[in-house]
């Protein structure tokens, strides 16, 4: 089957089996949980039925993707491998155009839009940024909508007047909508649109006489995205941001600090900046450790779940050029633990301490600053270091994403959706101290009225 375009039926049946075989959360969260069982089994019918009903790739990831929230896990991860078009490909894009759905709106329908209360959601929109597009938005329902926003005016000759530019989808409480948005080359991606009055998507769209309200300074108004840099708050306080601890930017970092060793090992202050990173790997956050460090810090284990998918995946390691000896030794004894323990959870990583031979007298005072965008590799690392003396966490609870982990990849057998799962169950979960969907807490809350930066300074600073 591999190579050839799946049902959404059997793009559902591919995760389903997936994640009732393999998932490292499955027995915590269904099987051997009465209460999530009984949901489980009654959305398993709900959307069953509704993906033999979907035709549309697109509505089919999206309901995958809405099913799959129920787990409540980052980790557990489908992507939409849909080709992206290139603005040369004029071929694919006029077809994708063509295939584009036209709601048509006459004269009168679109002067009562205009005319709509400014609380209603229905309404003229306009592209704030740089008003290139102008759509209504009007109530048109089926299963995976309840508004359409069509185009009323482009200024690209990607979009044509009466073209679905966004699909919205009521939510069951709030005001933020399951969303897909249609990029210039008319194809879909799912988003989330908070709404207010005249405006959605965070002030993205606003209906025409919107004013923004005039706002203090906020997080992350004081705050610049970057991979990472350094610079000097004052002369006691060296200021740190590191924007991911993706593999691919593990070098930067170690260059980063390095360049400052000196600030490092003379200021008293320092404020690392982790918001909005979302995690990426252990490794990354290495050379930052002995800075932060004051005592043995224990860390717990986990275990990955024996199948023999898993134990095939664990063995796909040794066939990565990058694998060392080191590596090749740990995954082949995985493997044979898990062969000898069939259907079992068998220990991935053992529980353990980590003793440095030396403490850094500088810095003296580490404030880190997190919020709800800080997530896996960034919560594992959070958790070494408020174990810190030196170390105060500042900010927001973050994303609580690290219980279940280390992503296995399924071969899936239709090209058009990969899927992931965690594969991992840390010893937190027995032990009831789990983070998952709750977070690392900061010993300091931060609101989005403060210049989180100024806060973390003044704080430092204090006599």
């Not at 959360?25 to 269904?30: A, H, I, L």
């Not at 071929?91 to 709106?105: D, G, S, W, Y």
């Not at 898990?338 to 991935?348: K, Q, S």
Request: charged share 30%; glycine share 6%.
């Amino acid at each position: 089957m591999a190579g050839a375009q799946c049902t959404c039926e059997e793009k559902f049946n591919f995760v389903k089996r997936e994640l009732e075989t393999n998932y490292a959360g499955y027995r915590d969260k269904v099987s051997e949980n009465e209460q999530n069982r009984k949901t489980y089994e009654e959305l398993l019918l709900n959307y069953q039925a509704r993906a033999r009903k979907t035709t549309r790739s697109l509505y089919c990831y999206m309901l995958l993707r809405e099913w799959l929230a129920f787990f409540r896990d980052g980790h557990v991860q489908l992507r939409n491998n849909e080709p992206r078009v290139s603005q040369e490909d004029t071929l694919a894009i006029n077809e994708l155009i063509r295939k584009t759905e036209t709601i048509h709106l006459t004269d009168k329908e679109l002067e009562d839009l205009r005319h709509k209360k400014s609380s209603d959601l229905e309404g003229i929109y306009i592209l704030r940024k740089d008003t290139m597009y102008t759509v209504a938005l009007v109530a048109n329902k089926n299963e995976f909508r309840d508004y359409a926003a069509v185009i009323v005016d482009s200024k690209t000759p990607y979009w044509k007047k009466g073209q679905v530019k966004f699909e919205m989808r009521k939510p069951d409480s709030g005001t933020v909508y399951r969303t897909i948005v249609y990029n210039w080359a008319h194809q879909g991606n799912g988003a989330l649109y908070a709404t207010g009055e005249m405006w959605l998507d965070g002030q993205v769209w606003i209906k025409p006489g919107y004013r923004m309200p005039e706002m203090n300074e906020t997080a992350p108004g004081d705050f610049t995205y970057k991979k990472a840099d350094a610079r000097k708050l004052s002369d006691s306080t060296l200021y740190i941001q590191i924007g991911t601890f993706s593999g691919d930017n593990a070098g930067r970092i170690d260059s980063l600090i390095k360049a400052h060793e000196k600030e490092l090992r003379s200021m008293p202050n320092l404020v690392l900046d982790l918001r909005y990173n979302g995690g990426g790997a252990d490794g990354s956050y290495q050379p930052l450790l002995p800075y932060l460090y004051t005592q043995p810090v224990a860390s717990d284990g986990n275990e990955i779940k024996s199948t023999p998918d898993n134990v095939r995946r664990v063995l796909a390691y040794l066939e990565d050029e990058s694998a060392t000896a080191e590596d090749t030794l740990w995954a082949t004894e995985l493997a044979r633990k898990m062969e000898n323990a069939p259907g079992m959870f068998v220990e991935y990583s053992p529980t353990d301490t980590t003793a440095m031979e030396q403490t850094t007298l500088y810095p003296k005072k580490v404030a880190i600053l997190v919020n709800k965008n800080c997530a896996s590799s960034t919560e594992q690392f959070l958790l070494f270091a408020k174990e810190s003396k030196k170390v105060t966490v500042m900010g927001k609870p973050t994303y609580g994403e690290l219980d279940y982990s280390n992503v296995l990849q399924a071969e899936s057998p239709c090209p058009d959706i990969t899927f992931g799962y965690s594969s991992t169950r840390s010893y937190r979960v027995d032990k009831g101290t789990g983070i998952d969907n709750i977070g690392i807490l900061p010993a300091v809350k931060l609101t989005d009225g403060q210049n989180w930066i100024e806060e973390a300074r003044k704080y430092l600073e204090r006599k």
